[in-house]
């Protein structure tokens, strides 16, 4: 059960949660939550407090931050099969897994670097995941830290390489 004020995460979204209130079309109690960072009050959604979905969550931990930069270097990338990637990459945006967004982010960075060495234009596909991806990621961690967009781009980039070089 969340509070008002709490910051969660609704699918992939960061949100904070502004009210509760009983649903005009089911009944069922639910939270109202608002887009992190942008609670102009345009947008809102309203979530079941049963959470029947799973699709709501708390926001990562600095503990659950520590353990994802030490596995993210052993992350595997996806299998590199240009008919079906978009389907690959939809499928992992989907679920609730936060390592999934750092295979997504390593896949795509790797199909981006393989066309570029090879003289290609850039996969829009490939470019589109990957920004999905980060903007998930970084914006979950900014939140947790209390950093900003680039601040938790820049403080997990450089522990992960860290963390890489530990594990050579």
């Known amino acids: 059960m969340y509070n008002i004020n709490d910051i969660v995460v609704y699918r992939r979204d960061v949100c904070k949660i502004i009210g509760k209130r ?7 109690m639910c939270y109202i939550l608002v887009p992190y960072g ?3 009050g345009s947008v809102r959604m309203q ?5 029947k979905g799973g699709h709501l969550r708390d926001l990562i931990t600095k503990e659950e931050i520590d353990d994802l930069i030490l596995k993210a270097p052993d992350i595997e990338t996806l299998a590199n099969k240009s008919a079906n990637m978009k389907s690959q990459y939809a499928t992992l945006l989907k679920g609730d897994d936060i390592s999934d967004l750092i295979c997504i982010i390593k896949t795509s960075y790797g ?3 393989a066309r570029m ?3 290609k234009k850039l996969a ?5 995941y990957l920004q999905k991806a980060e903007k998930y990621l970084y914006d979950e961690i900014a939140a947790s830290l209390g950093m900003t967009y680039q601040e938790a781009k820049d403080f997990f980039e450089r522990e992960v ?3 890489a070089g530990e594990s050579d």
């Open 38 to 40: 942008k609670q102009d």
């Open 124 to 128: 829009s596909i490939d470019d589109e």
């Open 161 to 163: 390489e860290k963390a």
């Open 117 to 119: 060495d090879q003289h």
């Open 111 to 113: 199909r981006n670097k």
């Open 47 to 51: 979530v079941p407090v049963s959470n």
């Open 22 to 28: 009983r649903s005009d079309f089911t009944g069922e």
